[in-house]
């Protein structure tokens, strides 16, 4: 069930309160509020699925097909964040299950990103485990931003931009992600 967020009144993007109403005509068959947050939200979630599959028409294939999922499941939809997160989150799990296919596809026992050396050790494959899974366990927008910032090459200005956040924001959840993972790193 869709729940429209709280308003906030400072700090608050204009995109972000667009992006709620349009969210709510869509749940009711808008398709025109549909196509506005299409063309709003598609070139940012194109490059950020990209970035993570290596391919621009892969990104561009799982980005149609997430928003197939929206407007088919729109009288459901659950958007419990920004509309924004709630987009780049569902972006990235596609993305990662798209990477887990191709890997089984493959014959692959490594699902996990990209690493660049050609002949991993098995040490390299469990820190990588590891991070993964201490990354995994932060909370959604902080590993939402984390993943933006580290793994995409995206500057704060620029996720702030993409998540209709400010930057203060940004700093705090990268600073709270870098402290969580140091902790993780340092226990295992």
């Not at 690493?115 to 909370?139: N, V, W």
Request: overall charge positive; charged content about 25%.
């Amino acid at each position: 069930m869709f729940s429209p967020e709280p308003v906030r009144s400072l700090g608050e993007s204009p995109l972000a309160r667009q992006s709620v109403e349009w969210l709510a005509r869509i749940r009711e068959g808008d398709e025109a509020a549909f196509e506005s947050l299409f063309r709003a939200f598609v070139p940012g979630l194109c490059a950020f699925v990209a970035r993570y599959v290596g391919s621009r028409a892969v990104g561009e294939e799982l980005v149609q097909d997430l928003f197939l999922r929206v407007w088919q499941r729109r009288k459901e939809l659950a958007v419990e964040q920004g509309v924004a997160t709630y987009l780049y989150t569902a972006a990235r799990n596609r993305a990662i299950n798209y990477l887990r296919h191709e890997a089984r596809a493959a014959g692959s026992k490594v699902i996990i990103g990209h690493i660049d050396a050609s002949q991993p050790s098995e040490g390299d494959l469990l820190e990588l485990l590891d991070l993964h899974d201490a990354i995994e366990r932060l909370p959604a927008r902080c590993r939402l931003i984390f993943t933006l910032s580290r793994q995409h090459d995206m500057t704060y200005a620029e996720i702030a931009r993409s998540l209709g956040l400010s930057v203060k924001t940004v700093e705090v959840q990268m600073g709270r992600a870098l402290k969580a993972l140091r902790s993780s790193v340092q226990r295992g």
